[in-house]
């Protein structure tokens, strides 16, 4: 038996014994998650962080399928992963050995992929019949969901679209969690990397504080004016937090997904590397 047949005999399996959590049915809307992933190391480590993401796999209807906005893929227009077995991608250099030993290896979920490019044909979608996944989505998942047995798709960031135009795409996205599509912005709400402090007693700065405190207080309130940053001269932490907008931006698509009946609720608050906030959010 094929890995892809096999993947969907044993969802198949889960979904009607309601293994890993609970069974996914028609009528479960799914909520929308966006996870502050950090470094990749976190994949090999066991903390509060990475404990919390096996707890939020637990608690979560089991997905057909994940559909995974990281900060890590951007492209010039928005482009699905079309592959039908993904594979680990070590976008990154420098780390310990180990770490390029880790896989995840779900399955993709081609008919998904070409459902969604058709759902964002007005924004010129293409698929990417080779791409893997990035380590803003492998790092994640091989927490959140450890056997590797829901199908993953990524969607490309497109460099070309208006902050605001990412919010209305994720609109878009959001039809899919009447459909079992578990949708996931993997990014950060502080990412700065030449203010890290990676010393054992590394201390959060006021500013990176100040900054995510100001996203999550924007959250609750829906402050659309904040959250796209619409006059960054009222906010100047804005430059200090993200020098390029890549890691703030996947928040967004999940914001988009999300309705006004949807509960907001942060599973996970704290720093890494005394600025990098790993803040993880909740809607519905």
Same mark, same amino acid.
């Given at each position: 038996?094929?890995?892809?047949?096999?993947?969907?005999?044993?969802? $198949?399996?889960?979904?009607?014994? $309601?293994? %890993?959590?609970?069974?996914?049915?028609? =009528? =479960?809307?799914?909520?929308?998650?966006?996870?502050?992933?950090?470094?990749?190391?976190?994949?090999?480590?066991?903390?509060?962080?990475? /404990?919390?993401?096996?707890?939020?796999?637990?608690?979560?209807?089991?997905?057909?399928?994940? #559909?995974?906005?990281? +900060?890590?893929?951007?492209?010039?227009?928005?482009?699905?992963?079309?592959?039908?077995?993904?594979? =680990?991608?070590?976008?990154?250099?420098?780390?310990?050995? +180990?770490?390029?030993?880790?896989?995840?290896?779900?399955? %993709?979920?081609?008919? #998904? +992929? $070409? /459902?969604?490019?058709d759902d964002l044909a007005q924004y010129r979608s293409e698929l990417d019949e080779h791409r893997g996944l990035d380590h803003g989505a492998w790092t994640v998942l091989h927490h959140l969901y450890p056997k590797a047995n829901i199908p993953v798709v990524q969607l490309a960031m497109s460099r070309n679209l208006k902050i605001e135009e990412h919010l209305e795409l994720g609109a878009v996205l959001g039809q899919l969690r009447n459909e079992g599509v578990l949708i996931l912005g993997s990014g950060n709400i502080v990412h700065n990397l030449r203010r890290l402090d990676r010393s054992p007693d590394a201390v959060t700065p006021d500013w990176a504080a100040e900054f995510d405190e100001m996203i999550k207080t924007a959250l609750l309130q829906r402050n659309f004016d904040q959250l796209l940053a619409r006059d960054k001269s009222k906010y100047p932490l804005w430059a200090l937090s993200h020098p390029t907008i890549e890691h703030y931006v996947p928040l967004l698509y999940a914001l988009g997904a999300a309705t006004e009946d949807d509960e907001i609720s942060f599973p996970y608050e704290g720093f890494d590397s005394g600025s990098i906030s790993m803040r993880s959010v909740k809607f519905g």
């Open positions: 038996m094929k890995r892809r047949d096999l993947l969907k005999a044993v969802m $198949s399996i889960m979904a009607a014994h $309601s293994l %890993g959590g609970t069974a996914y049915a028609s =009528t =479960t809307k799914m909520p929308v998650l966006f996870i502050g992933h950090g470094s990749p190391m976190n994949v090999l480590r066991d903390n509060p962080f990475t /404990q919390h993401l096996n707890r939020l796999g637990e608690s979560l209807p089991v997905p057909r399928a994940v #559909l995974v906005i990281s +900060a890590h893929w951007l492209a010039d227009e928005p482009t699905l992963s079309s592959t039908e077995e993904p594979d =680990t991608m070590y976008d990154f250099g420098g780390f310990p050995d +180990a770490l390029y030993e880790v896989s995840y290896p779900c399955m %993709g979920e081609p008919d #998904l +992929a $070409s /459902q969604v490019g």
